[in-house]
């Protein structure tokens, strides 16, 4: 049973920063990717960033420049460090992953809050 569990999330001032972490129960590079997404209040979830097993980044274009997604395999965490935070990026952040095989993703967490303050 794959879980993936965030942390991270907060209160923090627009201009600040957050880190947020995602812990799999296995090895990141079990899985084709892993991605964050996020979910505001009274709107869709969006995705956010992704990494592939074989490095490939990619940024929604509301957050490159400003976000950067990692991974540390040897943790099996991946982060997305949050930099020049915007009111507008308050949501709940979730963790997911593309098992190999899949093109969708198959594994999520539980999501962690973000607030930012004007």
């Known amino acids: 049973q794959v879980q993936l569990v965030e942390s991270g999330g907060g209160l923090v001032q627009a201009g600040g920063s957050l880190r947020l972490s995602c812990a799999a129960s296995?090895?990141?590079?079990?899985?084709?990717?892993m991605g964050w997404y996020r979910q505001a209040p009274g709107k869709q979830r969006e995705w956010v960033a992704s990494?592939?097993?074989?490095?490939?980044?990619n940024y929604a274009v509301s957050v490159k420049g400003r976000f950067t997604i990692s991974g540390d395999n040897a943790k099996n965490t991946v982060y997305l460090q949050m930099n020049s935070l915007k009111p507008e990026d308050t949501a709940v952040y979730y963790c997911?992953?593309?098992?190999?095989?899949?093109?969708?993703?198959?594994?999520w967490g539980q999501g962690t809050q973000v607030t930012v303050s004007s």
């Open positions: 997911a992953a593309i098992a190999f095989g899949s093109s969708e993703y198959t594994y």
């Open positions: 990494i592939t097993s074989g490095g490939r980044i």
């Open positions: 296995g090895s990141i590079f079990s899985f084709n990717a």
